[in-house]
């Protein structure tokens, strides 16, 4: 088919267009080089600061406290089969209108071609990241509450905080469900028009904080509409109605940003958007477990990351005197999968790295998943949080509507 030849190629000129153009018109904050990463080096706390440029601030962390990463061969990431047909069929309907909202969006990748000079362009990433190629149609987890560790003396080995691991009380939940209802791959025979569904996403907590509460969250299509979120608590007994956001923010930080920077993008309306740069760095694709849990001191070990083209976006609120919190995020240029980022809770940032594994769907088809997801906060030294989702995340639970309707479940 003459638009599979067409597209498959573009995603490689996109990368070298990016690259031309910031070589010869970025600032110069944007055109730091980073040093030559060839395969089978070993960064680790001796060399770091040689590869800084290449290297999110929260694997900078990790390894100044003892992972090593070995470089490996860039290889190409395969979309999964539906999804590029997806893109092959609707991609070329699909615009903005004058307010930075999609048009015509059915399923795939709203945008596989992107101008530099577009002063869309950083929205338009924006919008590839939220309904990119790996962003799963649901997803439940489990046994994800206790996450955060300390360092001990050395600052090489650390243990499970047991005391006080959810430190700023953000109330985290042990289990959770999440529920893609809008530009589904099965859009076509859902009935749902140009697969703009008006309920986008569909978002459930449970065993939350000590008192072991509920959560429930609604996104909806709607620039305008706010999320439906309600709070389940154990001493009332009743589902109660609040104004909760589901982004990062003052109240949530590391809870809204551990696994739903990977797996649910921000809403792209509640942010201004700016693409501060292109770089080449590190992403961990299929990189292997970065330590094993256990009940004594843990060490970090070796883990295999690869050179990545990413983008660079600064995501701004959009809402004066909002809570929501400003962030930078890298995101891969091939795969829109979030590598990592800053997150200013305060003007000094939390950091955040994501880590990913090659997998398979039920039906044998490959694809990309979170390995493991590390959150830094800058308020607390020598305290980080780890998600090792390996074996903790399921794809293809059968997952019941009323799960996510409070007055099924009074």
Known sequence: MVITAIIKPLRAIVILVFTLWFATGATAASLAEAPTLRPGTVI????VDKFAEALNPAMTYAIAHGLSVKVVPTERV????????????????VSLDENDSLKNY??????????PADP???????????????????????NVAARTFNFQRDDLSFVRDSVNPDFRNEQTCDRNIVLRQAHRLDAGSRGDGAGESQLQWE???????????????????????????????QATRKWRRLAIPTVPNQSCSYTCSQIYMEYTPPATHVYSWKLAGMRTVLGCLDGGAAFNDSSSAMRFG?????????????????AAGSDLLKAQVCLDSETYVYLGGEIFRDQKPDL????????????????????????????????????????RQSFDNQVAEELFNPKAQQ
């Open 78 to 93: 395969e979309w999964p089969t539906p999804y590029q047909q997806a893109t092959e069929k609707y991609s070329s309907q």
């Open 44 to 47: 680790d706390r001796n060399n």
């Open 106 to 115: 059915v399923a795939g990748l709203p945008f596989p071609s992107i101008d």
């Open 302 to 318: 070796q883990i295999s990351c690869e050179p990545r083209s990413a983008y660079v976006l600064e995501m701004i609120p959009v």
């Open 352 to 391: 955040s790295s994501a880590f990913w594994m090659k997998d398979k769907s039920s039906s044998g088809a490959a694809r990309l998943v979170l390995a493991a997801d590390l959150y830094v906060p800058n308020d607390r030294a020598g305290t980080f949080l780890w998600l090792d989702m390996r074996g």
């Open 120 to 142: 869309k362009a950083p929205v338009k990433i924006a919008y590839n990241w939220r309904w990119g190629p790996f962003i799963p149609e649901q997803v439940s987890f489990s």
């Open 203 to 233: 978002s459930r907590g449970d065993q939350c904080g000590p008192e072991q509460g509920k959560f429930i969250a609604l996104l909806y299509a709607e620039a305008h509409r706010q999320p439906d979120s309600y709070v389940y608590l």
